[in-house]
């Protein structure tokens, strides 16, 4: 299966290209400067030039995939709008995905990885969106959700609670753990 897959949920565009033989390619799109054009103005460019790359056309997708979020509203809303465009557009299946859940993925892998993730995006003001996820020895994965935004000095007292272990270490990725590092290594994660 041929699969198209993109996330707008943070500032960075990410776009990823799946092939029926299991290869891959990607583009991401990092912004630092808060003027930056944005999604709407990069991401059919970038899955365009992705598709160019691996020497695939628009009419080879057999399914789009868009990340869900939690994130910015208004990237979120440029993602899902484009991916339902083009699913319709193209008559292929359309499925949506946690933003959360496919940062923590990569890290959950069993015997390679870590066992528990915690994935954190910058929710701005202050505050970020997590979920942590657990993997077992058969890389079943559980997720142990968190229902909202929280200040990231918080961060490590709710996955406590939702874990419901006294003390576990976790890895920490996204772009919420970039940002807030300090205070998630001191609030105990």
């Known amino acids: 299966m041929i699969l198209l897959g993109f996330d707008t949920a943070t500032r960075a565009t990410a776009v990823g290209l799946r092939l029926a033989d299991g290869s891959t390619t990607q583009a991401r799109d990092d912004p630092l400067a808060e003027d930056h054009p944005g999604h709407a103005t990069r991401l059919l460019g970038m899955a365009d030039e992705v598709l160019s790359r691996a020497g695939v056309g628009w009419g080879a997708l057999q399914r789009v995939a868009v990340g869900l979020g939690p994130g910015r509203f208004t990237g979120l809303r440029v993602g899902v709008a484009t991916a339902r465009g083009l699913a319709q557009s193209l008559s292929v299946e359309l499925v949506g995905?946690?933003?959360?859940?496919?940062?923590?993925?990569?890290?959950?892998?069993?015997?390679?990885?870590?066992?528990?993730?915690?994935?954190?995006?910058?929710?701005?003001?202050?505050?970020?969106?997590?979920?942590?996820?657990?993997?077992?020895?058969?890389?079943?994965?559980?997720?142990?959700?968190?229902?909202?935004?929280?200040?990231?000095?918080?961060?490590?007292?709710?996955?406590?609670?939702?874990?419901?272990?006294?003390?576990?270490?976790?890895?920490?990725?996204?772009?919420?753990?970039?940002?807030?590092?300090?205070?998630?290594?001191?609030?105990?994660?």
Do not use: C, K, N
Request: aromatic residues 6%.
């Open 97 to 189: 995905v946690s933003t959360l859940r496919a940062l923590a993925q990569p890290a959950l892998v069993p015997g390679e990885g870590a066992d528990r993730v915690v994935a954190v995006i910058d929710a701005l003001r202050g505050e970020v969106f997590a979920a942590g996820y657990a993997a077992d020895d058969h890389g079943a994965v559980r997720e142990l959700a968190i229902p909202e935004p929280l200040r990231p000095e918080r961060l490590g007292e709710a996955m406590r609670r939702a874990s419901g272990e006294q003390v576990t270490r976790w890895l920490a990725v996204g772009d919420g753990a970039v940002r807030y590092r300090s205070e998630l290594q001191f609030g105990g994660m």
